[in-house]
């Protein structure tokens, strides 16, 4: 790389690609930039049009850089990392001094990161509740205890002050392997396991790259033990032979890696309708499907995951709670029409 860097202003920078330049644009750029800035970051000012090559702007991430490219980049000015509170819409399902329990949408993020810096959960949240939620997770996690995937919905708890974060978390960490904490979800997957009810016991560890998961070999270096309890609820456009189109599996987690249930049911051949990452192999089979399903499940464009349960103690009076909370409309629509094949 020859001469990358000449300073046009203090927000816009002109790189030019040297001879051995090559690869995609945002990871070329995430290395010339010396690591100032992550390539998840860069993904989304590429996409907002933030950058141009050779004077046209490219919104493309994967666009190749080749040798001698002028690539243009206007960074925007240092984002403020204590998240503010945002008046976005919260569905409640418990609140007291300690705790507030809530249901989140998909699409929502949980909390501040690299491209989502507004928006989440934690804006809302303390929008919603001021300066009482607990700070032992950080300034961007303020009272965050657990995560959903952002096109995951379902019941989440956060804590208001540091003695319920620190309890919340120690049941959280101990997977209700002491304790009540149980926490099950609903998922639309594609086809029936051979076993309507059964136990994935498969360590997960990274995928590649920083956000996706497969299943590891225990002697992997970065392996972790990960369960997953499942059972067969609604079985849709059964044949037979036993065999079907799609099934509603309630999964109940012993450990929670990062997507765990996503994963897991893609390893024992059942990834879930809708999801980009582990079940893109399956699209077709919507195909297979009447036209009326056929045309929801390809609408449907996020995994067909909902946290639908969550019980924990108490962190101050000791008593356990259970929260549910039903299936959105998008999935609810979803589970309507295979139902209808039956």
């Not at 996690?141 to 919340?168: C, F, Q, W, Y």
């Not at 926490?183 to 360590?203: E, S």
């Amino acid at each position: 790389m020859s001469d990358p860097f000449k300073q046009a202003d203090d927000t816009r920078k002109v790189l030019t690609a040297g001879e051995d330049a090559a690869g995609r644009l945002d990871a070329w750029l995430a290395d010339a930039l010396g690591g100032e800035y992550s390539r998840s970051r860069l993904k989304a000012l590429i996409e907002q049009g933030a950058v141009l090559v050779n004077g046209t702007a490219v919104t493309e991430p994967k666009r190749k850089v080749h040798p001698g490219d002028a690539i243009a980049i206007t960074l925007p000015e240092p984002e403020d990392p204590e998240p503010q509170g945002e008046d976005i819409p919260l569905e409640v399902l418990y609140e007291d001094d300690d705790l507030i329990v809530v249901v989140k949408p998909a699409g929502l993020v949980v909390h501040p990161g690299a491209g989502n810096w507004t928006g989440t959960l934690v804006n809302a949240l303390i929008h919603h509740c001021g300066t009482s939620l607990s700070g032992i997770g950080g300034v961007r996690r303020p009272g965050i205890v657990h995560r959903l995937d952002k096109e995951t919905s379902g019941v989440m708890v956060a804590a208001k002050n540091d003695a319920a974060h620190r309890h919340l978390s120690a049941q959280f960490a101990d997977h209700g392997r002491s304790g009540p904490l149980e926490r099950t979800y609903q998922a639309v997957v594609w086809g029936r396991p051979k076993q309507l009810r059964g136990t994935i016991d498969a360590p997960l560890g990274r995928a590649g790259d920083r956000t996706k998961r497969a299943v590891k070999r225990e002697e992997s270096e970065d392996a972790r033990e990960a369960i997953t309890h499942y059972e067969v609820i609604e079985r849709y456009g059964e044949k037979p032979d036993a065999t079907c189109l799609a099934s509603l599996v309630e999964c109940e987690l012993e450990t929670g890696r990062t997507h765990q249930i996503r994963v897991h049911m893609a390893h024992i051949g059942h990834p879930l309708i809708g999801d980009p990452e582990y079940g893109a192999a399956f699209k077709t089979k919507a195909n297979l499907l009447p036209d009326a399903a056929r045309a929801v499940v390809n609408g449907f464009h996020r995994q067909a995951l909902h946290a639908f349960m969550l019980q924990f103690e108490h962190p101050i009076t000791g008593e356990v709670m259970r929260f549910e909370a039903p299936a959105p409309k998008d999935l609810e629509a979803l589970l309507a029409t295979l139902r209808a094949m039956n």
